[in-house]
């Protein structure tokens, strides 16, 4: 495994880290093996978005059995727990709550990231940086319960608010080949709609390269979120450029952006990371994604789901991103494999359900049409 420096802080971190989605829905047990797995392959790094108390608890738990020092850990404020659901808050109380929590299930005295979550228009930006959410992640700075403070967007304007802002110093960002070609919008829904790559298609964007280089320059580390694209640029069929990706390939073109120090993907088996491990030992042919940017078409990038959660809380309790991880599975193999069909019909509530009122489609980030996807579930799995 390769390690590096998170900028200015001065903590080190694996290139590969790890996001928490793949420890969802797993036993106890079952987060142990997956942890020790990727522990066992030079994976130290782990992101702490979720809310849910029950991954917070297990995660924490099995990640006790390793001397704090050998690993390191991302943990969100701004996310709670609310009837079941991971949702996105900035509501002080429940910011304070909520990280109070984190830190007690997982057993933490600290965490080395504070991340501020998921900021990704001007005016939210501005409400957090003057107001008792930087006020709370200084003063846990100061205090030693949070190493260094970041922020989590999928907005380079913001990135780079962020970036100048002289509170944040880490950012953690959606890299991958296809987002560096869109251009920054606060409505990040505008950078999926249908046409965008025939209409802005010329490359990296600018706006991104000139990011990278300036937290580069002012020491600002950047780590990566959706590096995969929600397992989108995996598959020949939906990739923008006409032809899959591997994950060493997509790892690779992260860690090549300037101020990048780490990769974390939402693993949730020892085959995908090993996968991404491979990276570590892949030669430079294997690494090599010049070719795919070389021939890529201009081709339409939206409304794919990355199963990030944003969209959540549902009002019909609907675990979106589960049913719409299900439905891509099914129709990227054509039919509905039986685990597949097992595994949806274990969920609590089913696409069915939904009452098609668009809460989720305003908070989704990249777009998706939820409303959609779930009529596409209800009929392919029948309820």
């Known amino acids: ?12 971190v694996s290139v590969i880290g790890m996001g928490c989605e793949g420890f969802e829905g797993k036993s106890p047990s079952d987060c142990g093996e997956l942890l020790d797995f990727a522990m066992e392959n030079g994976i130290s790094f782990f992101d702490m978005y979720t809310s849910n108390p029950q991954v917070r608890r297990n995660v924490g738990s099995e990640l006790g059995r390793y001397p704090r ?3 390191a850990v991302q943990g969100h404020l701004c996310t709670t727990w609310k009837d079941g659901q991971y949702c996105r808050t900035r509501k002080i109380e429940e910011v304070q709550a909520s990280f109070e929590e984190l830190l007690s299930k997982m057993r933490l005295d600290f965490v080395d990231v504070g991340m501020i ?3 990704d228009d001007r005016a939210d930006f501005d409400r957090i940086l003057n107001g ?3 006020a709370y992640a200084e003063k846990l700075k100061a205090a030693g319960t949070v190493a260094c403070i970041g922020m989590s967007t999928h907005n380079p304007d913001v990135a780079f608010l962020a970036a100048d802002s002289g509170l944040i110093d880490v950012i953690m960002l959606s890299v991958n080949l296809a987002y560096d070609m869109l251009p920054a919008n606060e409505d990040v829904n505008v950078l999926f709609e249908d046409g965008v790559f025939d209409r802005v298609y010329e490359g990296i964007d600018p706006l991104r390269e000139r990011l990278y280089r300036a937290c580069q320059n002012q020491g600002i580390a950047i780590t990566v979120m959706k590096p995969f694209a929600g397992g989108l640029l995996l598959d020949g069929k939906q990739s923008p450029f006409g032809k899959a990706l591997t994950p060493t390939q997509c790892i690779s073109y992260c860690l090549d952006r300037p101020a990048v120090v780490s990769v974390l993907g939402g693993m949730a088996s020892q085959e995908e990371i090993k996968a991404a491990a491979a990276y570590c030992t892949a030669s ?7 070719a795919i940017l070389a021939s890529a078409p201009k081709k339409s990038f939206s409304g794919h789901c990355m199963y990030c959660g944003h969209c959540a809380p549902c009002t019909s309790r609907i675990d979106i991103a589960a049913v719409n991880k299900y439905l891509d599975l099914a129709l990227a193999q054509g039919f509905v494999p039986e685990t597949v069909r097992d595994h949806y019909r274990l969920l609590e ?4 359900e939904c009452t098609a009122c668009g809460a989720c489609m305003r908070r989704c980030p990249f777009g998706t049409d939820v409303i959609g996807k779930m009529k596409q579930a209800a009929q392919l799995f029948g309820k």
């Open 117 to 119: 979550h998921y900021c």
């Open 284 to 290: 430079d042919s294997e690494k090599d994604y010049s």
């Open 349 to 352: 509530h089913h696409a069915g």
């Open 132 to 134: 008792p959410i930087a």
């Open 1 to 12: 495994m390769e390690y590096r420096v998170l900028g200015r802080t001065g903590i080190r």
């Open 69 to 71: 020092e050998s690993f």
